[in-house]
T-cell receptor, first 112, second 114 residues
Framework: GENVEQHPSTLSVQEGDSAVIKCTYS??????FPWYKQELGKGPQLIID?????GEKKDQRIAVTLNKTAKHFSLHITETQPEDSAVYFC???????????FGAGTRLTVKP | DTEVTQTPKHLVMGMTNKKSLKCEQH?????MYWYKQKAKKPPELMFV???????INESVPSRFSPECPNSSLLNLHLHALQPEDSALYLC?????????????FGEGSRLTVL
């Protein structure tokens, strides 16, 4: 089955700086790579996702890059704000096979 | 606001109790999931229902019993749980074709087993 590794486990940045979180996956059949943000006391919410036929996707301050050959994908947050503080999870799956696996999570703290 | 509704939000039960967690979605999704999340850990897949049929059971102990009465509802029946089963139980749903494959999560039911 799929195994997703995520680094770093914690990340602290100053407001306005950029944050980068990296993940690797093991199953070459995986073709869907979402990123979820989980705030305290809430369920995870999708913030951005990418499919394996695309190398990069951007949505305002958030971008995701994918290197299929190396089985790496990364989340980039620019101009960080205190409300970006949360736990971020990467995940990987073969789309519609209902077997999504999550990375261990990164606790991001943005200091004002 | 989440479109996946879970009840109850909090549940405290003894090891001999029988209780149920409930999940409801009205997005027309035909795949529904139970995940278990311990503190400071990622969600772990427990069960997946696809078109109301159990399609994935991640070797979960039989003291957890899922049920999918219809395409909108998902239950998790709990019996003879152990203190280590205390966790946040997350329900999710997704499309089975079209769309992106995104999982929509509920807010979770926080379970404490005494």
């Amino acid at each position: 089955g799929e195994n997703v590794e995520q680094h770093p486990s914690t990340l602290s940045v100053q407001e306005g700086d950029s944050a980068v979180i990296k993940c690797t996956y093991s199953d070459s059949a995986s073709n869907y790579f979402p990123w979820y943000k989980q705030e305290l006391g809430k369920g995870p919410q999708l913030i951005i996702d990418i499919r394996s036929n695309v190398g990069e996707k951007k949505d305002q301050r958030i971008a995701v890059t994918l290197n299929k050959t190396a089985k790496h994908f990364s989340l980039h947050i620019t101009e960080t704000q205190p409300e970006d503080s949360a736990v971020y999870f990467c995940a990987a799956s073969e789309v519609y096979n209902n077997d999504m696996r999550f990375g261990a999570g990164t606790r991001l703290t943005v200091k004002p | 606001d989440t479109e996946v509704t879970q009840t109850p939000k909090h549940l405290v039960m003894g090891m001999t109790n029988k209780k149920s967690l409930k999940c409801e979605q009205h997005m027309g999704h035909r795949a529904m999931y139970w995940y278990k999340q311990k503190a400071k850990k990622p969600p772990e897949l427990m069960f997946v229902y696809s078109y109301e049929k159990l399609s994935i059971n991640e070797s979960v102990p039989s003291r957890f019993s899922p049920e999918c009465p219809n395409s909108s509802l998902l239950n998790l029946h709990l019996h003879a749980l152990q203190p280590e089963d205390s966790a946040l139980y997350l329900c999710a749903s997704s499309q089975t074709s079209g769309g992106t494959g995104e999982l929509f999560f509920g807010e979770g039911s926080r379970l404490t087993v005494l």
